[in-house]
């Protein structure tokens, strides 16, 4: 077998080495950026006065049969391939005979891997950001049907205020625009062209750079050849907007967990995304949701061990950056698989209104019992106190502070007049919160159009 770099060796591979050093069973996957990235640097290398017009010409020609060779899955891996710049070579030199050796003038695979990946990296972040979108739309479409549905609002998982279960929603709904931020910003990482830097010292013959950054549809060049082929911060880039995508599916996925619990009974995952129990006849499992919260974990994984990996690295290229993709077809694919099953359960959910309605107990007004004495003048810290000892009282009673009567409250405050009882209403409640970004169903409202206006 005979590798690119074979010349100066008399000893064959060890079979061991082969295994460690091959990268083919991954990089395989960028063999469309490879074959881009090929073609391009052939018309440049005719600019260059490297090769003629008609040479680019069959070597571009060879170059798609290979890439149809790939697509159609007749491509044969030969024993040398050992990555996709190899096999790609290889196969073309076979079609085209000696002249495919002509094609590598001038590069390296050190500039080639890297050009290959920030293609394929802008790609995957176009392709994520898409489908945050999709999801971004399915979860404003739930919300808006859900203005006025009233639910507990928690903090620290105790009941605390009422919400609406449209804004509980979107309250997952602006991380996502955030992380549609974080894939924008991966994008225009990725966006520079690192062709022309070949091993890493820069190309010795005259290709313009400018040029082939235009034909492959960077935005810019590298300005530096040595950090041209060892800068894999985008990839670093790519792995944390992944990571936060997916910690935000957990965190909702999480939720949605509790809230379908027989305890809360908020929601019901639909059949379509649940399984059942191979001993349990009546089990329903939000197992979609499990496995979200549990595959965010791996992303995250992809990137602390990509971090590491990189950490100590020495300037220019250095083999351990060869570890670099595996993770983020790892983060690729996993989110690829995540972002649309959720879109498909919340497309699907159903709530529970009533029973949402049910748990909604006088405590959760409270703090609008103390905002009806601020309006008749009581300082906040004050009113807060006198609110407290209501609760108390109702607490030694054993009853909800809505069952106190007036007499109860004036004894406590003389503040307290028949209209209080306006202040015990979750209808108020909600609709006092009406500043932008609150619970009130206008504002709610006013923020579906932001929302929207978010994704477009
Ligand atoms: N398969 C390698 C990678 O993905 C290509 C670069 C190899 N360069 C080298 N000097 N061995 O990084």
Same mark, same amino acid.
């Given at each position: ?12 591979? $060890? !079979? ?49 049969? *290979?890439?149809? %060779? ?10 040398? $391939? ?11 030199? !076979? ?32 392709? &994520? /950001? /898409? %489908? ?15 203005? %006025? ?29 955030? $992380? ?13 062209? #690192? ?73 019901? &995952? /639909? ?18 949701? !499990? ?53 498909? #359960? ?19 007004? /409270? ?6 004495? #601020? ?11 006198? #609110?407290?000892?209501? *609760? ?24 307290? !007049? %028949? ?38």
């Amino acid at each position: 077998m005979t590798q690119l770099w074979g010349g100066r060796f008399t000893g064959q591979a $060890d !079979e061991l080495l082969r295994k460690l050093n091959d990268s083919i069973g991954f990089d395989i996957r960028l063999y469309n950026e490879d074959i881009d990235g090929s073609i391009a640097w052939a018309k440049g290398l005719v600019g260059a006065n490297v090769l003629t017009q008609d040479e680019a010409d069959q070597i571009c020609a060879g170059l798609e049969k *290979v890439r149809k %060779e790939l697509a159609d899955d007749t491509f044969e891996l030969a024993a040398g $391939d050992e990555d996709i710049h190899t096999a790609v070579e290889r196969r073309l030199t !076979e079609i085209v005979g000696s002249v495919g050796g002509k094609l590598h003038t001038g590069r390296s695979r050190n500039d080639q891997s890297a050009t290959d990946f920030r293609l394929w990296v802008k790609r995957a972040s176009k392709h &994520i /950001a /898409a %489908e945050i979108a999709a999801l971004g739309h399915a979860m404003i479409n739930h919300a808006e049907k859900h203005i %006025e549905t009233p639910m507990p609002g928690y903090t620290h998982l105790q009941h605390a205020q009422p919400v609406t279960w449209g804004h509980w929603l979107l309250g997952h709904f602006w991380p996502l625009v955030r $992380d549609l931020e974080r894939f924008k910003a991966v994008h225009n990482q990725a966006d520079e062209m #690192v062709l022309g830097s070949a091993a890493f010292a820069g190309t010795a013959f005259p290709v313009d750079r400018e040029a082939l950054a235009k034909d492959l549809g960077f935005s810019r060049i590298t300005q530096n050849s040595l950090d041209g082929v060892s800068n894999r911060d985008y990839v670093a880039d790519f792995l944390y907007a992944s990571t936060m995508t997916g910690l935000h599916l957990s965190r909702l996925a999480e939720q949605l967990i509790l809230f379908s619990s027989t305890e809360f009974s908020f929601v019901v &995952i /639909a059949d379509a995304y649940s399984t059942g129990s191979s001993i349990m006849p009546q089990k329903k499992n939000p197992d979609t949701l !499990e496995l979200t919260r549990g595959k965010s974990g791996r992303i995250l994984g992809d990137l602390t061990g990509f971090l590491a990996t990189i950490k100590g690295l020495p300037s220019t290229y250095d083999k351990d950056l060869q570890e670099d993709k595996e993770p983020v077809f790892d983060a690729f694919d996993n989110l690829s698989l995540l972002l649309p099953v959720m879109t498909g #359960v919340i497309d699907t959910i159903t709530i529970n209104p009533d029973k949402m309605a049910s748990q909604l107990e006088a405590g959760l007004l /409270a703090t609008d019992l103390a905002d009806y004495l #601020v309006k008749k003048n009581l300082p906040f810290r004050q009113a807060h106190h006198v #609110v407290g000892q209501i *609760v108390q009282l109702g607490e030694v009673r054993n009853i909800p502070i809505t069952d106190l009567s007036l007499e109860d409250l004036q004894e406590i405050s003389d503040l307290f !007049e %028949e209209d209080v009882i306006e202040a015990f209403s979750v209808k108020g409640a909600l609709a006092a919160r009406n500043a932008t970004g609150g619970t009130a169903p206008e504002a709610v409202k006013k923020q579906i159009v932001e929302a929207r206006k978010a994704l477009s």
